[in-house]
């Protein structure tokens, strides 16, 4: 078997936004990935399905396995010949150990790539409004570990940090935040130092509190902290207020879970992303087509017979057209036919593949797609509809009672779906999710088969139609309804339920 080779590469700091490139083409290509407690969810989420995963988290003084031990694994899965991804929150040679694990690598001839990660001490600052240099406040930046291990004192020089008049950022500080702020005070500091801790940054968790080098500790005792949190000391910290671009974004402080397949999640997640929601991508179904095509191509085999074809979503759309281009046929195949679609995603489809649809209802779902084609029946037609195995049953039935003769036939199936790296249910329990967004009650159906037992009590869904509401609500969800069946229109629910809330 030849030699592996492994990627020591960063996630930075949690907003899955700032996971670079290289990061993630090189996480693609993963046979084996080895992550810690510090990856956020969002990039979590990015590790494909194929990879085997080996956790080796740690926080504070807990480890799951000592540094000695992951070093070891790093070298024994790329011996037997695996790509190696060992994933680490915000950068590998920042108090990441990356050095420690290379080390033994390099001492059994092993081959490695650094792939850098975007770092808490500039990102996290950043995402509260704080420049670590500014020309009018400082000239140098310094990076300390406020991490001491137990019962030993601080090996820290505070009198030269003091005379360097820069900007410090302390990581892994907030157990030490006394000794940090006496340090720096004992050592000849301005009490009136602005200085600020920074909680869960570049997250719906972020936090800040700014202070003064005096009064800080005080203030983290009235207002509370968690963990992970930095902590900023310089003239720059006074800036947050007036920088706080993150703040004022009109979703930052929310944590939404969108439900859609992987493949039709982008552009949901895209959305909400820029108006600074923590997005967490955790399909609950996914579409896979049948094996056995024989219905659709004996459909094929005498398309010209048809009058109508009728498409109820995007994932059937495909499915057609790529048969249709696999039995050597092309959209002139289809002269003559009219086409219905159920609403604009897959209205998108059909025309990025040149055709253009003849009917869409104003609402985009399976009944008002009915009734509205039943409208143009006069009865006799022949109607295509190649879609899920386990479809709206209203839509066949209103187009046979209007005089149409359908042949519905099932082109792929819906399979529900779980995540094996984030326990959804321990999320909801513990109220760390503000919104669920779902766009189909089949979306629905696959969160509740992947979340057993789970009290939903209070969950807040926003839903693309009444369909899909009418699913969240038996399962005693709070639920929204977009306006329009539209994925612009869904986000902008998301904004206005935030809002609500914050009213309430």
């Not at 930046?141 to 003091?162: C, M, P, Q, S, W």
């Not at 500080?173 to 920074?198: K, T, Y």
């Not at 009672?401 to 819906?414: F, H, N, R, S």
Request: net charge neutral; glycine share 10%.
């Amino acid at each position: 078997m030849s030699i592996g080779k492994v990627w020591l590469v960063g996630a930075g700091p949690g907003d899955a936004g700032l996971f670079t490139l290289k990061g993630l083409e090189v996480l693609n290509k993963a046979e084996v990935v080895v992550y810690d407690s510090l990856v956020g969810q969002g990039v979590l989420t990015k590790i494909p399905d194929s990879a085997r995963l080996i956790y080796v988290g740690k926080r504070a003084d807990k480890h799951t396995l000592p540094q000695e031990q992951i070093n070891q694994v790093l070298l024994e899965e790329a011996q037997k010949g695996y790509r190696v991804v060992r994933l680490k929150g915000g950068d590998p040679f920042l108090f990441g150990r990356g050095g420690e694990e290379l080390e033994l690598l390099t001492e059994h001839g092993i081959p490695y790539e650094i792939v850098p990660g975007v770092t808490s001490p500039l990102a996290v600052p950043a995402y509260n409004g704080i420049p670590v240099t500014h020309r009018d406040f400082c000239s140098s930046l310094h990076i300390i570990t406020g991490h001491r291990r137990a019962g030993k004192e601080y090996d820290i020089n505070f009198r030269a940090l003091v005379d360097t008049k820069g900007t410090l950022v302390f990581l892994m500080g907030v157990a030490a935040l006394h000794d940090i702020c006496q340090g720096l005070l004992d050592e000849g500091m301005e009490p009136e130092m602005p200085a600020a801790i920074l909680q869960k940054g570049t997250t719906a968790g972020q936090k800040k509190i700014v202070a003064t080098v005096s009064t800080l500790e005080a203030e983290v005792k009235r207002q509370g902290i968690q963990t992970p949190a930095i902590i900023v000391v310089g003239k720059v910290c006074a800036l947050a207020d007036e920088f706080n671009w993150y703040e004022k974004l009109p979703l930052m402080g929310w944590k939404v879970l969108v439900t859609r397949p992987k493949n039709r999640s982008s552009r949901t997640t895209e959305l909400l992303r820029e108006k600074g929601a923590e997005v967490l991508e955790l399909p609950s179904i996914r579409t896979q087509a049948l094996e056995d095509q024989t219905a659709l191509y004996q459909a094929l085999n005498h398309i010209s017979d048809y009058q109508w074809a009728v498409f109820t979503s995007p994932t059937g759309a495909e499915i057609f057209l790529d048969e249709l281009k696999r039995r050597r046929m092309d959209i002139r195949s289809l002269a003559g036919i009219r086409l219905a679609a159920i609403g604009q995603g897959t209205r998108k489809i059909l025309e990025d593949r040149g055709l253009l649809t003849d009917l869409m209802p104003e609402i985009y779902d399976g009944d008002c797609l009915g009734e509205t084609l039943a409208k143009e029946l006069k009865g006799g037609e022949r109607i295509l509809i190649p879609r899920a195995r386990k479809g709206n049953e209203n839509l066949v039935r209103l187009l046979k009672e209007a005089g149409g003769i359908v042949d519905d036939i099932p082109t792929y199936e819906t399979l529900y779906e779980s995540s094996s790296l984030i326990d959804i249910k321990k999320e909801i329990t513990d109220k760390n999710i503000d919104c669920v967004v779902f766009t189909s009650a089949s979306t629905v159906k696959g969160f509740a088969e992947s979340t057993p037992g789970a009290d939903y009590t209070g969950l807040t869904a926003a839903c693309i139609g009444k369909q899909t509401k009418a699913a969240a609500d038996k399962l005693g969800m709070d639920t929204y309804m977009a306006e329009k069946a539209t994925i612009e229109h869904l986000i902008r629910l998301v904004e206005e339920i935030k809002h609500k809330k914050e009213r309430e």
